[in-house]
């Protein structure tokens, strides 16, 4: 099973990037995928989730707002659109999924499979 993110880079403050994360060896389509973050020096932390049907989003409080969890099931493809990006928002993104729970994964214990991460830079 790989979750394969993509779609990170540089971004000047004020400005947008979308993270893609597509799934294979194994179908998402019945569970709840997020996307965490991680900063130097900082814990991995819970960025947004989405349930199995797209119909029920959540988000950090961080990032409410700016941030937009999408999925595509018929592409096993998970989608994190970020706006009005911060210098804050500078870190290591990970997608990620859960085996069972079919509305939301919130807690880096409850990951069961993590994407290899992919890096934000947003400067000032």
């Known amino acids: 099973v790989q979750l394969q993110a993509c779609g990170g880079g540089l971004a000047q403050a004020g400005g947008s990037l979308r993270l893609s994360c597509a799934a294979s060896?194994?179908?998402?389509?019945?569970?709840?995928m997020a996307w965490f973050r991680q900063a130097p020096g900082k814990e991995r932390e819970f960025v947004a989730t989405i349930s199995w049907s797209g119909g029920s989003t959540y988000y950090a409080d961080s990032v409410k707002g700016r941030f937009t969890i999408s999925r595509d099931n018929a592409k096993n493809t998970v989608f994190l659109q970020m706006n009005s990006l911060k210098p804050e928002d500078t870190a290591v993104y990970y997608c990620a999924a859960n085996s069972f729970s079919t509305t939301r994964v919130t807690m880096t214990r409850d990951v069961d499979y993590w994407g290899q991460g992919t890096q934000v830079t947003v400067s000032s």
């Open positions: 060896g194994r179908t998402f389509d019945r569970h709840a």
